[in-house]
């Protein structure tokens, strides 16, 4: 049986008004669709936490850049539907170009300083259409939570900034990165590797869970030491420039991004590189494991 669709915004707030009515809580969980386990572990969150569950899926295409992925963005619409049927108590938003962005829209939201580098580098004007959709979204759903997954950290960041500053009244929860069996992370953009592409995308969660080592059974806190062993990992030396290329590994501020010189206590590592025309993402984050709590690596994955 499929999940009841929604796809006006004025349906989307008569719908929740109802909830409230009921004295409902509802729960977020934004994508762009192409669904995988990493989105379906939101919607169970969700599910636990609130009485109604609103999946949105919008292929948004004022966060894609000139030359990045939009028109060949992965569309799987029926398989979507059919994975989010399971579920209970669950609504989908699934609104056209035209209805986010109707004709004379002229308007953005700028974001600042925790979008400028990395992702923000790379992708110039990026967050600034991820955090206009996000803010659409959430005043079009006045959903109560909002769900997110830690693959996507600098974004994260950049939605509880803009939450508040602009005092949004809704709850940003993070999920965590699932992974697959051998420690990739989750994207609907691993569809575009090629078998040997995807057996060499498995040295990015690898370089991350040797960092995690590095500071934890070795103590070791540079930035620069760490940098250096994830590089070495993903771009071995007898590495050919079609391999794999690195856009940015970084060590930095969980809550501002600022680059850390050394890790004293809190941390967030990430990476992007590429593989052909595939860019993939991955961080992990340091702080319980410095006091050894974390989990391993194969307890992640």
């Known amino acids: 049986m499929k999940p009841h669709i929604i796809s006006t915004i004025s349906e989307l707030r008569s719908f929740v008004s109802r909830q409230r009515q009921s004295g409902i809580r509802v729960g977020l969980v934004p994508t762009m669709g192409a669904l995988h386990a990493g989105h379906l572990s939101l919607v169970q969150m969700s599910g636990e936490q609130c009485g109604t569950t609103i999946v949105s899926i919008f292929v948004n295409p004022v966060q894609f850049g000139h030359g990045e992925d939009f028109a060949r963005y992965p569309r799987t619409l029926e398989n979507d539907l059919r994975l989010l049927a399971s579920f209970p108590s669950l609504a989908v938003f699934l609104p056209d170009v035209g209805e986010m962005y109707p004709d004379g829209f002229d308007l953005s939201v700028r974001v600042g300083s925790v979008a400028i580098p990395f992702e923000g580098e790379v992708r110039p004007n990026h967050f600034d259409g991820v955090a206009t959709v996000v803010l659409k979204l959430f005043l079009a759903s006045q959903a109560d939570v909002a769900f997110f997954g830690q693959k996507d950290y600098q974004q994260l960041c950049v939605i509880r900034k803009m939450v508040a500053d602009l005092n949004v009244p809704i709850e940003i929860v993070m999920g965590p990165t699932i992974r697959e069996r051998d420690g990739l992370a989750m994207s609907s953009r691993n569809v575009y590797l090629s078998e040997e592409q995807r057996r060499?995308?498995?040295?990015?969660?690898?370089?991350?869970?040797?960092?995690?080592?590095?500071?934890?059974?070795?103590?070791?806190?540079?930035?620069?030491?760490?940098?250096?062993?994830?590089?070495?990992?993903?771009?071995?030396?007898?590495?050919?420039?079609?391999?794999?290329?690195?856009?940015?590994?970084?060590?930095?501020?969980?809550?501002?991004?600022?680059?850390?010189?050394?890790?004293?206590?809190?941390?967030?590592?990430?990476?992007?590189?590429?593989l052909g025309q595939t860019r993939l993402i991955d961080n992990i984050l340091i702080g319980d494991i410095l006091a050894g709590d974390a989990a391993t690596p194969a307890e992640r994955m």
């Open 200 to 274: 060499k995308a498995v040295m990015i969660p690898q370089s991350l869970f040797e960092a995690e080592q590095m500071i934890s059974t070795k103590n070791i806190r540079s930035a620069t030491q760490i940098k250096q062993r994830i590089q070495e990992i993903i771009r071995p030396a007898n590495s050919t420039a079609d391999d794999i290329s690195i856009d940015y590994i970084a060590v930095a501020d969980p809550i501002s991004l600022h680059e850390l010189a050394d890790i004293e206590s809190l941390a967030v590592i990430l990476l992007a590189a590429r």
